[in-house]
């Protein structure tokens, strides 16, 4: 029997791979989504022990997630569809077929960013305290949801041979670029391709950024700092981490992929926004 999927160059096989978790009242549960669940509840948990630590109401965390896991989902998919769109133009209906797939990470943060903003107004609280302690939480979900991309055999890179390549069964990947399928090749009879595993790159880079995050919180200089400092390291791994992707959303006759150059655009705001504040707290002194 075939090897399904495997890290070769670490000697870890995976001979089978399911997508789907469990049957719950007929329905199948796949693991992408048991494991975006997971991330929401891993950071849910941060969350309340962070707003304990610095005498915020835990409860607000709560509502917000109520807001924000509706709005964010639909934003993970609105942003993929509107860059995808000669995809859906002609097949409306399409839209809404969310089990085939379709979403992108930051058309959810935009959207709970945007929550977070309103929130906070009608709750009359500060928005940088809440987005302090939401980013590394998101963080944490992101290092958590990331790992439904492997199970789903998506989001990865081209063909590399390095440590951490992974090898997928041809036959079980559901969408393979040309510059990928013409680099696949045959063992004992079945085809495999082999390819940068951006997910995990993603997967460590956030697990990384959310450790640091939580070193620096203690000596952050103002509300909102973490939050700043979360688009700019997520931003400078992501623009390296497209640069490898072969599924890249690209803006409408270019050869620009979309989140590229958002994670750009979110360096230079977020690097801009953390000088003015050091700035300002200087000249305040």
Not at 160 to 188: H, M, N, Q, W
Not at 202 to 227: H, M, P, Q, T, V
Request: hydrophobic share 50%; glycine share 10%; charged share 15%.
């Amino acid at each position: 029997m075939p090897i399904e999927a495997s890290f070769p160059n670490l000697g870890i096989d995976f001979p089978a791979l399911p997508r789907i978790a469990f049957e719950l009242f007929g329905f199948s549960v796949y693991l992408y989504g048991l494991l975006i669940m997971l991330g929401v509840v891993a950071g849910l948990v941060y969350a309340w022990y962070e707003a304990k630590r610095t005498g915020q109401n835990p409860e607000l965390y709560f509502d917000f997630v109520l807001y924000a896991m509706p709005l964010g989902f639909l934003g993970t998919r609105l942003y993929y569809v509107a860059f995808s769109w000669e995809s859906y133009k002609n097949n409306l209906l399409a839209i809404f077929n969310f089990r085939e797939g379709g979403l992108a990470v930051y058309g959810g943060i935009i959207a709970c960013v945007l929550t977070a903003v309103v929130y906070t107004r009608v709750k009359r609280v500060p928005f940088g305290l809440l987005a302090d302690t939401a980013a590394p939480a998101l963080l944490l979900g992101q290092v958590i949801g990331r790992w439904g991309n492997f199970f789903n055999r998506e989001a990865f890179g081209s063909y590399t041979d390095s440590l951490l390549a992974l090898r997928y069964l041809e036959s079980t990947v559901a969408y393979i670029p040309g510059v990928v399928r013409e680099k696949a090749f045959t063992i004992d009879g079945f085809s495999y391709i082999q390819v940068h595993p951006t997910f995990l790159y993603e997967s460590c880079w956030n697990l990384a950024l959310f450790i640091l995050l939580n070193i620096y919180k203690g000596r952050k200089k103002f509300d909102g700092e973490i939050f700043l400092l979360y688009l700019l390291g997520y931003g400078l791994g992501r623009v390296w981490i497209e640069s490898l992707r072969t599924d890249q959303l690209l803006l409408a006759g270019t050869g620009i992929a979309v989140s590229q150059l958002l994670s750009a655009g979110l360096i230079v705001f977020a690097g801009t926004g953390i000088f003015v504040k050091r700035r300002q707290q200087k000249f305040m002194r």
